[in-house]
T-cell receptor, first 113, second 112 residues
Framework: AQTVTQSQPEMSVQEAETVTLSCTYDTSESDYYLFWYKQPPSRQMILVIRQEAYKQQNATENRFSVNFQKAAKSFSLKISDSQLGDAAMYFCASDNAGNMLTFGGGTRLMVKP | DTGVSQNPRHKITKRGQNVTFRCDPI?????LYWYRQTLGQGPEFLTYFQNEAQLEKSRLLSDRFSAERPKGSFSTLEIQRTEQGDSAMYLC??????????FGPGTRLTVL
């Protein structure tokens, strides 16, 4: 069984600043993927970034990057140059070869103008 | 837009009634997933299909829940004899094999 934990229920960042959201996970699988999803208020879940566990290089997508520490089972998301549109719930998730996603409890990100 | 669609978007029902939700995946996607999300929580996996075959079911999926995917296209999720604890957002997602899952907008169920 997989578990995903997000220890920060809420985070706040000033517009244009950088924020890091934390995530830890536990899995017995050797081959798995890790994700960060964004869920804006009353809008659908969208994928922000994806990391394959066998890759040592941290994934990057424009202003979004991850710090993947496999031994520590840690997978944090860094958002640079925060924008008002980044305000949303962020969910960390893991999956084992595409069978199902296991989500954390989420972190609500607020962006202050 | 050819994304994942779900209908209805909102459903209000009385306790004890049956409800059915529909999900239309992205056309070429062979996998379809159902999740449930309660307020303030992350989504929880319910079940998934590969083509028309239901391959995995969560323990959350009690006997009152049934899902189908006839012909490997759209899927329906039926809840019989609804209870107040069934109130949640029901999310559908689809993928091509083990690739990334694309989510629909969800169906919000309120059981009075």
């Amino acid at each position: 069984a997989q578990t995903v934990t997000q220890s920060q229920p809420e985070m706040s960042v000033q517009e244009a600043e950088t924020v890091t959201l934390s995530c830890t996970y536990d899995t017995s699988e050797s081959d798995y993927y890790l994700f960060w999803y964004k869920q804006p208020p009353s809008r659908q879940m969208i994928l922000v970034i994806r990391q394959e566990a066998y890759k040592q290089q941290n994934a990057t997508e424009n202003r979004f990057s991850v710090n993947f520490q496999k031994a520590a089972k840690s997978f944090s998301l860094k958002i640079s140059d925060s924008q008002l549109g980044d305000a949303a719930m962020y969910f960390c998730a893991s999956d084992n070869a595409g069978n199902m996603l296991t989500f954390g409890g989420g972190t609500r990100l607020m962006v202050k103008p | 837009d050819t994304g994942v669609s779900q209908n209805p978007r909102h459903k209000i029902t009385k306790r004890g009634q049956n409800v059915t939700f529909r999900c239309d995946p992205i056309s070429e996607h062979n996998r379809l997933y159902w999740y449930r999300q309660t307020l303030g929580q992350g989504p929880e996996f319910l079940t998934y299909f590969q083509n028309e075959a239901q391959l995995e079911k969560s323990r959350l999926l009690s006997d009152r829940f049934s899902a189908e995917r006839p012909k490997g296209s759209f899927s329906t999720l039926e809840i019989q004899r609804t209870e107040q604890g069934d109130s949640a957002m029901y999310l559908c997602a689809s993928s091509l094999g083990a690739e990334r899952q694309f989510f629909g907008p969800g169906t919000r169920l309120t059981v009075l």
